[in-house]
């Protein structure tokens, strides 16, 4: 156990730990979008104690690294070390309940937040001119597709928007639904990728629309609604 093994050790367990947070809000975030919140404290717990334990073993080892190499006498402080992180364990585990309680609290209170946000901006979101169709194409003949504009009335720029549109039968009846994202900020859009700022308008361009061709023939023409169902703000 040298100095020169506790660094490295420890960059990979500050890698390891930001490499956790990441994955935590990820996860957290599309549970949070599914509206069901309930997996998130244990999922809060799970990533909080990896995280805990993680920092923990990169600093013992790192001080313990440190004095072995200082008073020359490795084992003692493998030991030490060894020790050390066996009471952390067990604190951990006594302490769970309130870790458990705090994070699960915390967590939920986050997410909701940002769901809510996100449910009040929608509204100020404009979405007109919605059309849905029969298109005439030259590869496909006559496909089922739609067309609409977005307009962003708030003060916030925003990074994805997703429309879903719902199919109804002759009886009014929701047969298919469809997601769009006419508005996606990634390296993996068919988009132009740009955001939609304070004001902006976006539509397709002329002559162009959206296919659904998964649509089943017993849809009604016309019969379709469309509906603003997530966005993403810029950070």
């Known amino acids: 156990m040298s100095i ?3 660094i490295i050790v420890f960059f990979i367990a500050l890698i390891a730990l ?3 947070f990441i994955l935590y809000f990820i996860f957290g975030l599309g549970t949070s979008f599914s509206g069901d919140l309930s997996p998130i404290g244990g999922m809060a717990l799970f990533f909080f104690s990896l995280m ?3 920092a923990t073993a990169g600093i013992l ?3 313990c690294s440190i004095f072995a190499t200082i008073t020359k006498n490795k084992k003692v402080w493998g030991r030490v070390f060894i020790v050390l992180f066996g009471i952390v364990l067990l604190s951990f585990f006594i302490f769970v309940p ?3 309680k705090t994070t699960t609290s915390f967590t939920r209170a986050y997410f909701r937040k940002k769901a809510e946000e996100k449910q009040s901006y929608i509204s100020k979101v404009k979405l007109y001119s919605f059309e849905a169709k029969y298109y005439s194409t030259y590869l496909d003949g006559r496909v089922p597709g739609v ?3 977005l307009k962003n009335e708030g003060d916030r720029t925003l990074t994805e928007v997703e429309v879903t549109v719902y199919f109804k039968d002759a009886s009014g009846n929701v047969i ?3 997601d769009y994202h006419p508005v996606l900020v990634s390296e993996y859009s068919f988009t132009n990728g740009k955001p939609l700022k304070p004001n902006y308008i976006w539509q397709l361009e002329a002559g162009k629309f959206y296919q659904a061709k998964s649509v089943p023939s017993e849809w009604q023409e016309g019969n ?3 509906k603003i169902t997530n966005i993403e703000f810029q950070e």
């Open 4 to 6: 020169g093994i506790g």
């Open 18 to 20: 930001v490499a956790e």
């Open 52 to 54: 805990i334990l993680t």
């Open 61 to 63: 080892f790192l001080i």
């Open 98 to 100: 309130i870790i458990t």
């Open 147 to 149: 067309g609409f504009k």
């Open 176 to 178: 298919a639904e469809e």
């Open 224 to 226: 379709a609604v469309a």
